[in-house]
């Protein structure tokens, strides 16, 4: 009966691009029109095997049929918009020049400023890009998440409307960071959006984006997400995933990153909200010398669930990656984590390594980790390594000797912890704002900021 349920949940998915693509006609066969078949594809490999389930082993440790089982409706159009007194308490400090807010899956125009940003540099919503530069877009949007195999971002390239967009040229180097913030109002659920982003930066080219996934109220509603990252020859790029999503809600998020030779990338994913997160970051080293770093920390408490699910592949010689995952988990909260590096024929010298650190404040909390490596090249060297653990009780003596009570010294032992994950931030603004949020969530943490 549950199994018969779903499969309606499937057939209402597509049912819904039905709709959507007879009342977008028009639009969809103007400019857009290169777009409607890559829209087909993706609902007919979505209907093709619906969504995953546990049986599936990269779907193991996260069931999803919460998700499959609700019937969600997409948002046509914001209830409501909110204010910017609502939602500054999101803003890292520092980050005001460049700003694209969208809400409920819409762009907020009205708590934007996208103006500020000058110079070569394509930047705005991806609706509007879609129009303005149809070619640019055309030629990268969908080339590197694949919708075979891959249900939630199957769906999201059928119904996405809109996202951000932006375009760096040639040694175009961009001084002030770029903020991308998505509000979830939680009105009149369940409801779904499938925000999509598009980055590309040309070879030379330097940027620092900070994505941010906010609920301002409760709610039962769904956040699906497809972010592509572009990074040419010899560019550099900071990216931070910032979740603070209704911790009833759901969120699936994919971020495929395919980089040329020389380049750089760091990206933090950091996890303080919603009820089950996935996190799929997929990323290629397709050109010599590239280099990247996947970092990541969660705080959960309830029955909150995080997964971060990681593939990264070394196609070229001389690449190096590190990925860097912890887990603070208290109550009956998971974390999950799931990390397969890949080492391609001839791509020697490879050097990369993948960790995961989970802390347990409770009896009933569990993590699991699932490091996993392919290698099929000579001249490498590839490790992994993955702790779980409660508070050290010696440190907790040690602190408690001096005269520091219990509930504080636990804290002060959590937040030390944590900290190490947020060490290799680069943007102080975004250290800061992490800071406060993690602090916020911590125990007797107003006697610790008092010390800091």
């Avoid at 699936?252 to 909200?273: E, K, M, P, T, Y």
Wanted: aromatic residues 8%; proline residues 4%.
């Amino acid at each position: 009966m549950v199994g018969t349920g779903i499969r309606s949940v499937n057939e209402a998915y597509v049912s819904e691009f039905l709709r959507l693509e007879g009342e977008r006609k028009e639009a969809w066969s103007g400019a857009q029109a290169w777009l409607t078949p890559v829209r087909k594809a993706a609902i007919a490999a979505f209907a093709e095997h619906g969504f995953p389930d546990t049986k599936q082993e990269e779907w193991r440790f996260t069931d999803v049929s919460p998700i499959a089982a609700t019937a969600f409706r997409p948002v046509d159009k914001p209830v409501r918009t909110p204010s910017r007194r609502e939602i500054e308490a999101y803003y890292p400090a520092g980050i005001e020049a460049c700003r694209l807010v969208l809400v409920d899956g819409h762009f907020a125009p009205e708590l934007s400023a996208i103006d500020a940003l000058r110079g070569a540099a394509c930047f705005g919503n991806l609706g509007s890009a879609l129009v303005r530069h149809a070619a640019l877009v055309g030629g990268y949007l969908g080339q590197y998440a694949a919708v075979r195999g891959q249900p939630f971002t199957a769906l999201n390239t059928a119904f996405f409307a809109d996202g951000a967009f932006l375009y760096l040229p040639r040694e175009a180097v961009l001084e002030q960071p770029i903020h991308l913030l998505f509000v979830s109002t939680g009105a009149n659920g369940p409801t779904v959006t499938h925000p999509r982003n598009l980055i590309v930066l040309g070879p030379g080219s330097k940027a620092t984006v900070v994505e941010s996934y906010v609920g301002i109220a409760e709610g039962n509603y769904f956040t699906n997400t497809v972010t592509e990252l572009v990074v040419g020859e010899s560019a550099s790029i900071d990216h931070y995933k910032l979740g603070h999503e209704a911790e009833d809600a759901f969120h699936i998020a994919a971020l495929h990153i395919r980089q040329d030779r020389g380049s750089n990338v760091f990206s933090h994913a950091f996890a303080i909200g919603g009820g089950l997160v996935r996190n799929d970051i997929s990323v290629v080293l397709e050109g010599e010398g590239a280099e990247c770093r996947l970092d990541g920390l969660s705080v959960l408490h309830g029955r909150q669930l995080v997964e971060n699910h990681l593939r990264v592949e070394h196609a070229r010689s001389d690449c190096r990656s590190r990925e860097h995952f912890r887990s603070i988990l208290d109550d009956r909260s998971r974390g999950i984590f799931s990390g397969r590096i890949v080492v391609r024929p001839g791509a020697r010298k490879t050097d990369a390594k993948q960790t995961s650190r989970n802390l347990l404040l409770s009896d009933e909390a569990r993590a699991l980790a699932k490091p996993h490596l392919e290698i099929f090249a000579d001249d490498v060297k590839c490790t992994h390594g993955v702790a779980i653990g409660q508070i050290d009780e010696q440190a907790l003596f040690y602190l408690r000797a001096r005269g520091i009570a219990e509930t504080t010294a636990r804290t002060m032992l959590i937040y030390a912890f944590a900290c190490e994950a947020l060490a290799g931030i680069r943007l102080p603004s975004v250290r800061r704002h992490l800071d406060d949020m993690l602090l916020a969530r911590l125990p007797r943490a107003g006697l610790l900021r008092e010390a800091l």
